[in-house]
Protein backbone atom coordinates (compact mmCIF):
# COMPACT_ATOMS: atom_id res chain seq x y z
CA UNK A 1 0.00 0.00 0.00
CA UNK A 2 1.93 3.25 -0.74
CA UNK A 3 1.38 5.72 1.76
CA UNK A 4 2.60 9.15 3.32
CA UNK A 5 2.91 9.63 6.94
CA UNK A 6 3.32 13.34 8.56
CA UNK A 7 4.33 13.70 12.04
CA UNK A 8 6.11 16.03 14.05
CA UNK A 9 3.08 18.74 14.32
CA UNK A 10 2.00 19.91 18.33
CA UNK A 11 1.74 23.36 20.15
CA UNK A 12 4.27 26.00 20.05
CA UNK A 13 4.63 29.55 21.18
CA UNK A 14 5.33 31.92 18.81
CA UNK A 15 8.95 32.37 17.79
CA UNK A 16 9.52 28.41 18.72
CA UNK A 17 10.46 26.08 15.96
CA UNK A 18 9.15 22.65 14.87
CA UNK A 19 10.09 19.46 12.78
CA UNK A 20 8.02 17.96 10.58
CA UNK A 21 8.53 14.46 8.67
CA UNK A 22 6.98 12.92 5.88
CA UNK A 23 7.79 9.02 6.04
CA UNK A 24 6.75 6.82 2.50
CA UNK A 25 5.98 3.82 2.55
CA UNK A 26 5.12 1.15 -0.29
CA UNK A 27 7.25 2.78 -2.79
CA UNK A 28 10.80 4.82 -3.23
CA UNK A 29 10.65 8.75 -3.04
CA UNK A 30 13.54 8.70 -5.04
CA UNK A 31 11.41 9.61 -8.21
CA UNK A 32 8.98 12.11 -6.56
CA UNK A 33 8.57 15.69 -6.15
CA UNK A 34 7.73 16.22 -2.40
CA UNK A 35 5.84 18.86 -1.16
CA UNK A 36 4.12 20.73 2.16
CA UNK A 37 0.98 22.58 2.03
CA UNK A 38 -0.94 23.64 4.67
CA UNK A 39 -4.61 23.95 5.50
CA UNK A 40 -6.11 26.93 8.14
CA UNK A 41 -9.50 27.17 9.19
CA UNK A 42 -12.08 28.43 6.94
CA UNK A 43 -9.02 28.88 4.06
CA UNK A 44 -7.81 26.88 0.76
CA UNK A 45 -4.95 24.85 1.12
CA UNK A 46 -1.84 26.29 0.30
CA UNK A 47 1.62 25.35 -0.77
CA UNK A 48 4.48 26.41 1.46
CA UNK A 49 7.66 24.21 -0.33
CA UNK A 50 8.79 21.94 -2.42
CA UNK A 51 11.53 19.97 -3.11
CA UNK A 52 12.93 18.68 -6.17
CA UNK A 53 14.51 14.56 -6.14
CA UNK A 54 18.11 15.67 -6.20
CA UNK A 55 17.10 18.27 -3.11
CA UNK A 56 17.98 20.80 -5.73
CA UNK A 57 16.37 23.29 -6.19
CA UNK A 58 14.00 24.19 -3.48
CA UNK A 59 10.92 26.33 -3.79
CA UNK A 60 9.02 28.73 -1.07
CA UNK A 61 5.83 30.59 0.05
CA UNK A 62 6.77 33.78 0.20
CA UNK A 63 4.92 34.14 3.94
CA UNK A 64 7.54 31.16 5.15
CA UNK A 65 10.62 31.81 3.13
CA UNK A 66 13.53 32.45 5.47
CA UNK A 67 12.10 30.58 7.99
CA UNK A 68 11.08 27.19 6.97
CA UNK A 69 13.12 25.10 5.43
CA UNK A 70 12.67 21.84 3.40
CA UNK A 71 15.04 18.96 3.23
CA UNK A 72 14.79 15.10 2.26
CA UNK A 73 16.99 11.86 2.95
CA UNK A 74 16.33 9.24 0.31
CA UNK A 75 18.04 6.76 1.99
CA UNK A 76 15.44 7.24 4.73
CA UNK A 77 12.50 7.62 2.75
CA UNK A 78 11.20 10.69 4.26
CA UNK A 79 11.45 14.66 3.86
CA UNK A 80 11.60 17.14 6.03
CA UNK A 81 10.22 20.62 7.48
CA UNK A 82 12.35 22.58 9.75
CA UNK A 83 9.98 25.40 11.07
CA UNK A 84 11.30 28.07 12.93
CA UNK A 85 9.88 31.73 14.06
CA UNK A 86 6.64 30.28 14.13
CA UNK A 87 4.14 32.74 13.96
CA UNK A 88 0.38 32.55 15.01
CA UNK A 89 -0.92 32.57 11.36
CA UNK A 90 1.16 29.67 10.76
CA UNK A 91 -1.30 27.58 12.85
CA UNK A 92 -2.93 24.98 9.89
CA UNK A 93 -2.95 21.46 9.53
CA UNK A 94 0.38 20.56 7.25
CA UNK A 95 0.50 17.93 4.19
CA UNK A 96 3.07 16.30 2.26
CA UNK A 97 2.16 15.71 -1.02
CA UNK A 98 4.36 13.08 -3.95
CA UNK A 99 4.58 13.94 -7.70
CA UNK A 100 6.38 11.48 -9.94
CA UNK A 101 8.35 14.34 -11.63
CA UNK A 102 12.24 15.36 -11.29
CA UNK A 103 11.63 18.69 -10.56
CA UNK A 104 9.52 21.27 -8.54
CA UNK A 105 8.62 24.07 -11.21
CA UNK A 106 6.49 26.93 -11.16
CA UNK A 107 3.68 25.15 -10.82
CA UNK A 108 4.48 23.39 -7.76
CA UNK A 109 2.20 25.00 -5.47
CA UNK A 110 -0.79 23.57 -8.04
CA UNK A 111 -2.56 20.92 -5.60
CA UNK A 112 -3.75 18.74 -8.75
CA UNK A 113 -0.65 17.41 -10.37
CA UNK A 114 0.02 15.62 -7.00
CA UNK A 115 -0.51 11.66 -7.19
CA UNK A 116 -0.29 10.73 -2.80
CA UNK A 117 -1.26 12.58 0.05
CA UNK A 118 -0.84 12.27 3.85
CA UNK A 119 -3.50 12.61 6.45
CA UNK A 120 -1.87 15.77 7.67
CA UNK A 121 -0.65 17.19 10.87
CA UNK A 122 -1.83 19.69 13.19
CA UNK A 123 0.71 22.43 14.37
CA UNK A 124 -0.47 25.12 16.60
CA UNK A 125 1.24 28.29 17.26
CA UNK A 126 -0.16 30.09 20.13
CA UNK A 127 0.95 31.57 23.36
Known amino acids: ????????????????????????SGFSLDYYVIAWFRQAPGK?????????TSGIPTNYADS??????????NAKNTVFLQMNS????????YYCAADRL??????WYA?????YW??????TVSS
Not at 64 to 73: A, E, K, L, Y
Not at 102 to 107: A, E, F, H, M
Not at 118 to 123: E, L, N, S, Y
Open 1 to 24: QLQLVESGGGLVQPGGSLRLSCAA
Open 44 to 52: DREGVSCIS
Open 64 to 73: VRGRFTISRD
Open 86 to 93: LKPEDTAV
Open 102 to 107: PRCGNS
Open 111 to 115: RGRYD
Open 118 to 123: GQGTQV
